[in-house]
């Protein structure tokens, strides 16, 4: 009997809204600032630094790299917790201010989806204040009634590609990955859903363009003219379940 889609599990930045070039990406150059440190991430070097998720990851990564970093490794670590902190405030000040949109559908989508009866999940790295900050501003403070779990960076010990926070997500939500379809728009976010076995919509943003992503993921890219839409995801959750069952036949 095929599985019917029962969970939408969302990915955030990138996904839902385009964070990261405008939002994070600014944020932690005025944490930069502030800490008085004469660093800057071009719009460049943050696509580069992007392949490392979560955001004091990024920043212990980029210290590696840089003679005029802490050289002990517990003054890095120190000093990435201290950037990080003076970032995410910079961030939900930013978000607050209404710097940044969600993805055309994504709100009109959430909404379906819960009123259709669907459960729906968070599934981040990111840290929870900057989803507490965005999905404020996107869908008002309540927004937390339209998720049945909410999983964020500080809930696992790894990070995407690492599957680890899909199957927390799957085990709140008490659902087989099948059941599930997951909403991301990078490399580690589609290894991530993958790795846990959840069928995946990938649709790229600015920093991962269709064509950059690696071979295994390409398949998971609607055509461009799919929107963010409940039929057009049963149709593409259906066709996932299948294949996956047409393969493990084979
Ligand atoms: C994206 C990320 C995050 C954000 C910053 O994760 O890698 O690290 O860039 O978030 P996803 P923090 O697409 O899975 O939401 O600074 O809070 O870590
Ligand atoms: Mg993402």
Not at 39 to 62: I, K, M, N
Not at 179 to 202: F, I, M, Y
Request: with cysteine.
């Amino acid at each position: 009997m095929p599985q019917t889609l029962r969970a939408l599990l969302w990915d955030v930045d990138g996904t839902v809204a385009e964070t990261e070039r405008d939002g994070h990406r600014v944020a932690f150059n005025q944490a930069f600032e502030a800490a008085g440190l004469p660093w800057h991430w071009d719009v460049a070097r943050y696509g580069e630094l992007l392949h490392v998720t979560g955001g004091r990851e990024r920043l212990l990564a980029d210290m590696a790299g840089r003679p005029d970093a802490p050289t002990r490794e517990a003054d890095r670590e120190a000093l990435a917790a201290h950037l990080h902190g003076l970032k995410n405030a910079r961030y939900a000040r930013l978000v607050a201010a209404g710097g940044l949109q969600a993805r055309p559908g994504v709100l009109a989508l959430m909404r379906e989806a819960r009123a259709a009866g669907l459960r729906q999940a968070i599934v981040t790295t990111t840290s929870r204040s900057n989803v507490q900050a965005l999905f404020a501003r996107l869908l008002g403070e309540d927004w937390a009634a339209l998720f049945d779990a909410v999983c964020c960076g500080e809930d696992t010990r790894r990070k995407k590609p690492d599957p680890e926070v899909y199957r927390l997500a799957l085990e709140r939500l008490g659902l087989a990955p099948e059941q599930a379809l997951a909403l991301e728009d990078s490399p580690p976010g589609g290894l991530a859903a993958r790795a846990a076995g959840v069928p995946l919509w990938l649709r790229p943003s600015e920093y991962f363009p269709a064509e950059a992503l690696p071979a295994a993921l390409a398949a998971a890219v609607p055509g461009p003219a799919l929107p963010f839409d409940l039929a057009a995801l049963r149709v593409w959750h259906a066709g996932c379940v299948a294949a996956s069952a047409v393969a493990a036949a084979a």
